[in-house]
């Protein structure tokens, strides 16, 4: 497993984060750490870490990049134009349209529209099968739904896990909820599959 810190803004708008991402994407195909096998390279994130992987994947499909077999997709962050009525409830106090605007402007800065930004409006045809990980106390909810349900229609297998009694980054929080063991199994057992080529699709 290779874990990497990528520029962060305001400091450093888009596209620095994913331009970094692609740096280690490219060396661990070319450079091969460890022995790895540059034809299993599965790739993952969390919220903007979400929003990333899927930036990357496109980038790579369209730019020639290194094979990424699978994608593990947690709660991310989709859509710039921040149409979804989640940021106006009080499931993650002090997270609110306000706190989303000011995140899409200092990140997105004129790119609000550009579809590595705003991943849910892209073209997700021929992207690698992906697991969709949602929650239900997270203003990030249905960004990841929709996008769960767009990867379908463009084709993609993926598999859609909603926890609806969970909140935003419960991934971290192994030692309160066995939610977050279970979460990992599972990105451990779809990227296996995908691995081994035995993806099919399944949503729910």
């Given at each position: 497993m290779v874990g990497l810190s990528y520029r962060l803004a305001p400091e450093y708008p888009f596209p620095?984060?994913?331009?970094?991402?692609?740096?280690?994407?490219?060396?661990?195909?070319?450079?091969?750490?460890?022995?790895?096998?540059?034809?299993?390279?599965?790739?993952?994130?969390?919220?903007?870490?979400?929003?990333?992987?899927?930036a990357l994947a496109l980038s790579s499909r369209d730019g020639g990049g290194p094979r990424i077999v699978h994608l593990s997709i947690y709660y991310p962050f989709t859509d710039t134009t921040l149409k979804s009525t989640d940021w106006d409830t009080s499931d993650m106090p002090g997270v609110g349209r306000a706190e989303g605007e000011f995140m899409v402007r200092v990140y997105a800065r004129k790119d609000t529209d550009n579809p590595l930004v705003s991943v849910l409006h892209a073209d997700l045809r021929g992207l690698p099968p992906s697991t969709v990980i949602t929650c239900g106390h997270d203003p990030l909810r249905s960004d990841g739904i929709w996008l769960a349900e767009a990867l379908v229609a463009a084709g993609v297998p993926t598999l859609h896990t909603h926890y609806a009694d969970m909140p935003h980054g419960f991934l971290m929080f192994s030692r309160l909820t066995r939610r977050a063991d279970e979460s990992l199994d599972e990105m451990a057992r779809e990227t296996a599959r995908a691995f081994a080529g035995t993806i099919s699709i399944k949503y729910s």
């Open positions: 620095a984060g994913l331009e970094d991402c692609q740096d280690v994407l490219r060396w661990m195909a070319e450079s091969r750490p460890a022995g790895l096998d540059p034809s299993r390279i599965a790739v993952g994130g969390e919220s903007a870490g979400g929003n990333l992987t899927v």
